[in-house]
């Protein structure tokens, strides 16, 4: 793991725009994992403020993490919607080309294992963009996930609606259920790059890092990748020892 600690987010942001607008200028067709979430936002805006500056995004491949079970791509906080608004039309990528998965379909199993089949199918992930829940979470494998793990259907844990609960109208209309990529497909990513920002995060980020490396805390799992770059401010990076 790479790790950069600052006190200014808007430089973390710049220089994870800076990796990815590098990974486009190599390989316009990269297929660049999106992380939905608060953290990212200002990333994708970076990257948005670019496009509009000239850097052609459009031929990016996109895919995603996870995804509600029972939202349609239309409802606001289901995360095809969120990827729609913040990555496919600014950046002018066909909606048509995104793989994502389909939350809403009748079967949720099989759409997660249609999901995963596709990525494989583009080849993997060429640089995961990730972040971390406060109970240690990556995508919505929960704590006692396995390393092994691939994509299929999970069950959110009370704290993790809790967290997310802030985007909906209350706790009871946040979905129990979500589809997931799993920790052994997310570690396959060729490179990855994770954003924390704030306190809330410190803990889990101290666990993940320094931690040993166990399915209680998901996000530690990451310590097995070949390739992350992991961009902290200084209050999530507080509870660091070194
Ligand atoms: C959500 C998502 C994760 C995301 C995490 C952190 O539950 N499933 O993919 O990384 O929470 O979100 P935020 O960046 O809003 O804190």
Redesign the pocket.
């Known amino acids: 793991m790479r790790i950069t600690i600052g006190s200014d987010r808007s430089r973390l942001i710049t220089q994870a725009a800076d990796a990815v607008e590098e990974l486009v200028r190599t390989t316009p067709d990269a297929v660049l994992g999106i992380?939905?979430?608060?953290?990212?936002e200002p990333l994708y805006a970076e990257l948005t403020t670019r496009a509009e500056r000239g850097l052609d995004l459009s031929h990016l491949r996109i895919t995603c993490?996870?995804e509600y079970v029972g939202l349609s791509a239309d409802h606001p906080q289901s995360y095809r919607h969120y990827i729609r608004e913040h990555v496919l039309l600014p950046w002018g990528i066909d909606p048509s080309t995104a793989v994502l998965p389909e939350g809403d379909a009748a079967d949720p199993d099989a759409a997660a294992a249609d999901f995963e089949q596709r990525i494989r199918d583009w080849g993997g992930v060429d640089l995961q963009i990730?972040?971390?829940?406060p109970n240690g979470?990556i995508?919505?494998n929960e704590p006692g996930s396995s390393f092994d793990s691939r994509t299929r259907t999970v069950s959110l844990t009370p704290s993790?609606r809790a967290a997310?609960a802030r985007f909906f109208d209350g706790i009871d209309e946040v979905p129990t259920r979500a589809i997931s990529q799993g920790i052994g497909t997310i570690l396959e990513s060729k490179r990855a790059l994770m954003l924390a920002f704030g306190t809330a995060k410190a803990e889990a980020v101290a666990a993940m890092v320094e931690g040993p490396a166990s399915p209680e805390v998901p996000a530690s799992a990451l310590q097995r990748h070949p390739d992350i770059d992991v961009h902290l401010d200084d209050e999530a990076a507080a509870q660091l020892s070194a």
Not at 130 to 133: C, K, S
């Open positions: 992380a939905t979430g608060s953290s990212p993490l996870d990730l972040g971390v829940g979470h995508a919505f993790t997310n």
